[in-house]
């Protein structure tokens, strides 16, 4: 079984005791729960979740501790390789965008927000957060302290650009189909959820650009078909996506018929020799 972590929430002192509300402990494991899930979608082939998160022990002192546990959503599987991968991710997103401000690997905008929460409820009401993930690294437990908070808040406000930016430009977008219909102009329209950072894009066909999808099976499709689509790419900000104008997609075949390493691995590559003296023949030839 993967690894326990343990979120530990401490309140303002009241009266000597340590009361945190009851609104700012469970929307600290929410929001938390939440950013797993969210960066496990964005890492995960076609956004599929393997994990559910369970509450397997509770600590009774103050200050209050819970212990939330990784389980696979379907029987016998086996998560602990997935788990460590979204766990990892996860705390190193926090500690990045503390630093920097600037949005991590596979963290969207909703996925931002939430941390911003965690990080305003310290500064406002909690005393401190920690985040214990020592079953993976230790070195990638997180402290939330006050003082934390509140240079991470400056950090991401600072970075973050002052004023929307609309604007369009030429350039593809890779992901997962999520949803396929027609708009009100009886247009083709394909959902896609981004592989970068898990939006989701409007993906609208022009001159029957997406007409290549319509040769697949509609299961093949709704499983989380990946695609790339190119085309006229609007922007609603920065890095928010308006839509796409579609000219042209490319689809990737599924996993499982990629070459695994037994398609790739030749034990008689180099026909006996060393790696060394085989690369230094390839040299000699010329």
């Known amino acids: 079984m993967a690894s326990p972590i343990k979120i530990t929430v401490r309140g303002t002192e009241i009266d000597g005791e340590d009361a945190p509300t009851v609104e700012d402990l469970l929307a600290q494991i929410q929001d938390f729960v939440a950013i797993l899930c969210g960066v496990e979608e964005s890492i995960s082939t076609g956004g599929k979740r393997e994990i559910i998160w369970r509450v397997t022990d509770a600590s009774k002192n103050s200050p209050l501790s819970f212990e939330i546990t990784p389980f696979p959503r379907e029987h016998a599987m086996n998560i602990d390789r997935r788990a460590a991968q979204v766990i990892m991710s996860t705390t190193r997103g926090v500690k990045e965008i503390a630093k920097t401000g600037e949005r991590p690997a596979h963290f969207s905008d909703n996925l931002v927000s939430r941390i911003e929460r965690i990080f305003d409820r310290v500064t406002n009401g909690l005393a401190d957060t920690s985040i214990d993930v020592s079953g993976y690294d230790q070195s990638l437990t997180v402290d939330i302290t006050r003082s934390f908070a509140a240079n991470a808040s400056r950090a991401i406000l600072s970075a973050r650009p ?15 189909i999520t949803r396929v219909e027609l708009d009100g102009y009886g247009r083709p329209v394909v959902w896609l959820r981004a592989r970068l950072d898990g939006q989701v894009v409007k993906c609208v066909a022009h001159r029957g650009a997406l007409d290549r999808i319509g040769h697949y099976e509609i299961m093949e499709v709704l499983k989380g078909m990946r695609v790339s689509v190119h085309g006229l790419i609007s922007y609603k900000d920065y890095e928010e996506f308006g ?39 390839i040299r000699n030839d010329g």
């Open 162 to 176: 002052q004023g929307a930016v609309p604007h369009r430009e030429i350039g593809s977008v890779e992901g997962t």
């Open 243 to 281: 839509g796409v104008e579609v000219e042209g997609v490319h689809v990737f075949p599924p996993d499982e018929e990629l070459p695994d390493h037994q398609n790739i691995v030749d034990p008689g590559f180099t026909k006996g020799l060393e790696a060394s003296e085989y690369l230094e023949a």
